[in-house]
């Protein structure tokens, strides 16, 4: 008898590690071609490569952070909230 579930893309594990390696080569790409960019900045500290790219992780994992351990908890409901 025929499979008859749909395959796709993202089902065989070969295509995201494919993916995967494509995203990290092109962040690769994009951070070492801050080196040669032209750079209009107000601060000196813009000017160090990969700056955007750090400043960006670290607002992320601080955004991430504050929700888990701030937001979280001011509007969770409790546990027997539905019974």
Not at 24 to 41: G, Q
Not at 42 to 59: D, P
């Amino acid at each position: 008898m025929k499979d008859t579930e749909k395959k796709y893309i993202f089902d065989n594990p070969r295509n995201i590690k494919i993916i995967l390696i494509i995203l990290y080569v092109l962040c690769a790409v994009i951070f070492f071609a801050d080196m040669f960019v032209h750079k209009h900045t107000y601060f000196f500290f813009e000017e160090k490569t990969g700056f955007y790219a750090v400043y960006g992780f670290i607002s992320y994992v601080g955004l991430v952070l504050f929700a888990k351990y701030v937001i979280r908890p001011l509007i969770m409901r409790k546990e027997n909230y539905y019974e």
